[in-house]
């Protein structure tokens, strides 16, 4: 006798984000810009790809890609970035240009085991839109 399991409905990009978003903290530009000039610990980090990074990001931001976050955050891995995996126990920002790859980046980097993760909502659309600086390279 065969059982078979009732099919499942394929996730879409827009359901990864949502369920995501479920289970992270956001931040508005304006908590962010607070946040920058209260916790000196802060570890901001641009998860977008090179070419969007030098074309503006936030001042002090790491760029960690997206595709390279979880071997950055791996103190483990060949391909490990100290400045990110040896921020487990300090407040991270992660941001990308509207806020979804970042709520992505946000709930993985939870999973990781880091302890004080946030996203920036919006991104940098939304950061630039409240007139706050970008550093263009």
Not at 80 to 105: D, F, K, N
Request: glycine share 6%; with cysteine; proline share 5%.
């Amino acid at each position: 006798m065969s059982t078979t399991e009732p099919r499942k409905t394929p996730k879409t990009l827009a359901d990864f984000i949502r369920e995501a978003r479920s289970r992270i903290r956001e931040l508005s530009a304006d908590e962010l810009e607070e946040m920058i000039d209260e916790r000196e610990e802060l570890l901001l980090v641009d998860v977008r790809e090179a070419d969007e990074y030098h074309a503006g990001h936030i001042p002090k931001a790491l760029l960690i890609p997206r595709g390279m976050l979880e071997g950055a955050a791996d103190p483990n891995n060949k391909h490990r970035l100290e400045a990110l995996y040896s921020a487990r126990q300090r407040p991270v920002v992660v941001y990308c240009e509207t806020g979804a790859r970042s709520a992505l980046a946000a709930d993985t980097l939870q999973e990781m085991g880091f302890e004080e993760v946030y996203n920036l909502a919006g991104g940098t659309k939304m950061w630039e839109a409240e007139d706050l600086p970008l550093v263009r390279d």
